[in-house]
Nanobody
Framework: QVQLVESGGGLVQAGGSLRLSCAVSGRTFSTIAMAWFRQAPGKEREFVATIDYSGVAVYYDDSVRGRCTISRDNDKNTVYLEMRGLQPDDTAVYYC?????????????????WGQGTQVTVSS
């Protein structure tokens, strides 16, 4: 059974940092792209960052570029999202997603497996 388990969310003050982790089991992690999406209350789920199977190619949404770093450890079957300079607008449930292929993508439909989400709350 494939599982994606996120961790690392929490409450942080504006300007603070968090590191999210997503551990993947049941799929050949090193062959698939991974991504982070987020969903704020009353809003659609939106793309945050993606990384290809090798960890070389990454891509960020404009709203987080320069403040976030996506990375992966294929030996640990884990993808990370480091977030800096957090603002109240970053408050959301953050989801990791496993891709259908090894190619990075910002398209929701490219991902077929999702974690349960981890809450990030940024206070002003």
């Amino acid at each position: 059974q494939v599982q994606l388990v996120e961790s690392g969310g929490g409450l942080v003050q504006a300007g603070g940092s968090l590191r999210l982790s997503c551990a993947v089991s049941g799929r050949t992690f090193s062959t698939i792209a991974m991504a982070w999406f987020r969903q704020a209350p009353g809003k659609e789920r939106e793309f945050v960052a993606t990384i290809d199977y090798s960890g070389v190619a990454v891509y960020y949404d404009d709203s987080v570029r320069g403040r976030c770093t996506i990375s992966r450890d294929n030996d640990k079957n884990t993808v990370y999202l480091e977030m800096r300079g957090l603002q109240p607008d970053d408050t959301a449930v953050y989801y990791c997603a496993a891709g259908r292929t090894g190619k990075r993508s910002n398209v929701y439909g490219h991902y077929d497996l999702w974690g349960q989400g981890t809450q990030v709350t940024v206070s002003s």
